[in-house]
């Protein structure tokens, strides 16, 4: 089955730095990726939709300055969570869509000190 | 209000019990997805319905699009079924990110 990968699992940084995390699908091409956020005992949310070659689309709330989402090629899509503060920890998953199914990664925890 | 509406938000069973969970949601769909999220996170896709019914193993999604309600049901049910369990719908064209409900919390005790 048609597999997508995220890296890395859980990660701890310092309020004010940079995190970069990478979502992989291992067997098939996606042209497009998602990414979700899921704070404590909430559901899921969409952040944004990355398209392979062109710029992301970020839904309403979401800083697009501060979520940098690049998809540069069929397989990777990273996204890189900017002066993070402790308000960004959340657990980060993303999904690769493959015709109309989506394909969800393992998920990312951070936790900003 | 949340556009997608699960039932219940907990449910705890016995081992063997036929486990229903409902969905509904109050826009028009391409389609509606089963997720289930274990305690680490990881979230797999159970089912991607768009009418109908689908089964696999003892597990049953039906949908019906004129009432916009959805069921997952769990036959047998087993204490590795024990999860959160999403229902999430596409309310574009396919190509779109899913809107999510909040999860059914559902614990199967031996």
């Known amino acids: 089955g048609a597999v997508v990968s995220q890296h890395p699992s859980w990660v701890i940084c310092k309020s004010g730095t940079s995190v970069k995390i990478e979502c992989r699908s291992l067997?098939?091409?996606?042209?497009?990726m998602f990414w979700y956020r899921q704070f404590p005992k909430q559901s899921l949310m969409l952040m944004a939709t990355?398209?392979?070659?062109?710029?992301?689309?970020?839904e309403q709330g979401v800083e697009k300055d501060k979520f940098l989402i690049n998809h540069a090629s069929l397989t990777l899509s990273t996204l890189t969570v900017t002066s993070a503060h402790p308000e960004d920890s959340s657990f980060y998953i993303c999904?690769?869509?493959?015709?109309?199914?989506?394909?969800f990664g393992p998920g990312t925890r951070l936790t900003v000190t | 209000k949340n556009e997608v509406e699960q039932s219940p938000q907990n449910l705890t069973a016995q081992e063997g019990e036929f486990i229903t969970i409902n969905c509904s949601y109050s826009?028009?769909?391409?389609?509606l997805h089963w997720l289930q999220q274990h305690p680490g996170g990881g979230i797999v896709s159970l089912f991607m319905?768009?009418?109908g019914k689908k089964k696999h193993g003892r597990l049953i999604a039906t949908i019906n699009i004129q009432e916009k309600h959805s069921s997952l049901h769990i036959t047998a049910s087993h204490p590795r079924d024990s999860a959160v369990y999403i229902c999430?719908?596409?309310?574009?064209?396919?190509?779109?990110?899913?809107?999510f409900g909040k999860g059914t919390h559902l614990i199967i005790q031996p």
């Open positions: 990355s398209n392979e070659g062109s710029k992301a689309t970020y």
């Open positions: 999430a719908v596409n309310s574009g064209g396919g190509a779109d990110g899913l809107t």
């Open positions: 826009v028009g769909i391409s389609a």
């Open positions: 067997d098939f091409q996606a042209t497009t």
């Open positions: 319905l768009s009418s």
């Open positions: 999904s690769a869509r493959l015709i109309y199914e989506q394909y």
